[in-house]
């Protein structure tokens, strides 16, 4: 059966992809005529539809807890823990808000796909590259500071053993020099719709908690410091309540 399920969502993502050059032509036109604020909903729209549509191929049963803590009215950064390739399309389907994503290098390459992430302001990160590293925190800064909210994988890759790696500071000097609130985002269960599968994809039960927001100003050296640490317990104590099935 996951044979089947595996090769039935391949085929429906990239023929919807497909499909959907028409809407991009639409929102080519947006981008040179409409306000950027109708401009902005609708590709924020269009993928979050195109992401939930994905997930319920995948089998995925999703429960998206916390959504009050997200201001509509406040730019922030999303700091979420990382465990498949799933994280990336329950985020975009299910973080309200729109938002651009810090990304590995090689999701730029993949065609179709790259058109949608540049819509979404998409900044890609080299991760063997440190210079390319700090380039691309900048580039995150200026998105930031344009009026965007950035999803920001801290452990810098997936991991393979479902327990929190450690939490890098890139994501957090991005909040810290735009002055805008960390948002810790637990993930849980992704990685058992498909990587500990041999890649393969099988229904399951997923978990998004969007946690209390952290306020970067006025915050002290040691406070800004201890930030990546305090994100990652965050999440930790939160994945742990998860998998217990008890409340953080």
């Known amino acids: 059966m996951k044979y089947i399920k595996t090769v039935l969502f391949m085929a429906y993502m990239w023929i919807e992809l497909l499909l959907l050059m028409v809407v991009w032509l639409y929102v080519q036109c947006l981008n040179q005529f409409a306000p950027r604020e109708k401009r902005d909903a609708f590709v924020d729209k269009t993928v979050r539809s195109w992401a939930r549509r994905l997930l319920f191929m995948a089998g995925a049963k999703v429960d998206a807890q916390g959504m009050e803590a997200i201001s509509r009215d406040r730019v922030c950064v999303f700091a979420a823990n990382h465990q498949s390739f799933f994280d990336i399309l329950l985020l975009l389907g299910y973080l309200d808000k729109p938002h651009a994503l810090l990304s590995k290098a090689s999701i730029g390459k993949v065609p179709l796909i790259r058109l949608w992430m540049r819509e979404i302001h998409c900044v890609y990160v080299d991760r063997a590259d440190m210079k390319a590293g700090i380039e691309a925190v900048q580039r995150m800064i200026q998105v930031v500071e344009n009026g965007y909210s950035a999803i920001i ?96």
């Open 153 to 248: 994988f801290p452990e810098g890759t997936r991991s393979k053993t479902g327990e929190l790696g450690e939490f890098k500071g890139g994501a957090f000097m991005v909040a810290q020099k735009t002055k805008v609130p960390v948002v810790p985002v637990m993930l849980d269960g992704t990685a058992a719709l498909f990587e500990r599968n041999g890649h393969w994809i099988q229904s399951g039960k997923v978990t998004l908690r969007v946690l209390a927001p952290i306020d970067t100003e006025g915050l002290s050296r040691a406070e800004v410091k201890a930030l990546p640490a305090t994100t990652q317990h965050m999440i930790d104590e939160a994945l742990q309540a998860a998998r217990g099935g008890q409340e953080a």
